[in-house]
């Protein structure tokens, strides 16, 4: 059985930083690319930043470039997503979702983890 468990969200100041952490266990094989989504209160999921498996190729949200990183620890299995220059906006429910090929869209992810709530206030 596959779980995704998402750690370290909580309440920031404008400016400030997370750290969020998504171990997954479950998985069977080194393919899955590996994904954090938010979703804010009243607006649709929305893709945050991507990184495969293997190659660790990466892409971002253009809202979160240059202030956001993600990385993965293979051996550990676990995601990672640093999360700097934090804005009020960037506010939201985090989630960790893992899929079988390298996607921007949500609807190609096969797990998702409970989600981690992000609040950034001003």
């Known amino acids: 059985q596959v779980q995704l468990v998402e750690s370290g969200g909580g309440l920031v100041q404008t400016g400030g930083s997370l750290r969020l952490s998504c171990a997954a266990t479950?998985?069977?094989?080194?393919?899955?690319?590996m994904a954090w989504f938010r979703q804010a209160p009243g607006k649709e999921r929305a893709f945050v930043a991507a990184i495969s498996w293997s190659f660790g190729i990466k892409n971002y949200a253009d809202s979160v470039k240059g202030r956001f990183t993600i990385s993965r620890d293979n051996v550990e299995k676990t995601v990672y997503l640093q999360m700097s220059s934090l804005k009020p906006e960037d506010t939201a429910v985090y989630y960790c979702?893992?899929?079988?090929?390298?996607?921007?869209?949500?609807?190609?992810?096969?797990?998702w983890g409970q989600g981690t709530q992000v609040t950034v206030s001003s």
């Open positions: 479950g998985l069977t094989s080194r393919s899955y690319s």
């Open positions: 979702a893992a899929a079988r090929a390298f996607s921007l869209k949500d609807n190609d992810y096969d797990y």
